[in-house]
């Protein structure tokens, strides 16, 4: 009898490993957001550097940046930029990040020369194609729901 119950407990036990979980997934959001059968998209990740331009005096570095935080805005509004944000100092000359919701590099060189301070040469950008998760597309959604105040 203790043998057919370890029996019993064996096979009931070797089954959980067997068992499939419940999927979340919901194929309309994939669609949506452009994932592939693994959730991931390909994007164009831009590393923007220290430009060339020493010379740009106080006043016209405010307006580019003006016109830089305005680009931004823009771009993520029409879905072409899904993050950006600057780096913290550093001995790099790396300046900020943006990682723009196409799969070339050439429509990407497009939008970030939309930029006046990658025009103005206060930016370089390196760009590079990218794989990652699709869902970096609910990135704006999100961060409306948690920014106070709009930059």
């Given amino acids: 009898m203790k043998k057919i119950i370890a029996f019993a407990l064996f096979i009931s036990l070797s089954t959980l490993g067997f068992s499939q979980e419940k999927s979340s997934y919901d194929e309309e959001l994939a669609k949506k957001l452009g ?21 740009a005096t106080p006043e016209e570095r405010k307006k580019l940046f003006e016109g830089h935080m305005a680009n931004i805005n823009k771009l993520a509004d029409e879905n072409k930029l899904v993050v950006a944000g600057p780096f913290m100092k550093n001995d790099k000359n790396y300046r900020g990040i943006f990682i723009f919701n196409c799969s070339t590099i050439e429509e990407a060189e497009k939008l970030v020369n939309s930029d006046p301070a990658v025009q ?11 794989y990652s998760s699709a869902s ?9 729901k948690i920014a106070k105040t709009k930059i």
């Fill in 35 to 55: 994932a592939d059968e693994y959730g991931m998209k390909t994007y164009v990740f831009c590393i923007l550097k220290t430009g060339s331009n020493t010379t």
């Fill in 120 to 130: 103005a040469k206060i930016f370089e950008a390196d760009l590079t194609v990218w």
């Fill in 136 to 144: 970096l597309g609910l990135i704006k959604e999100m961060h409306e």
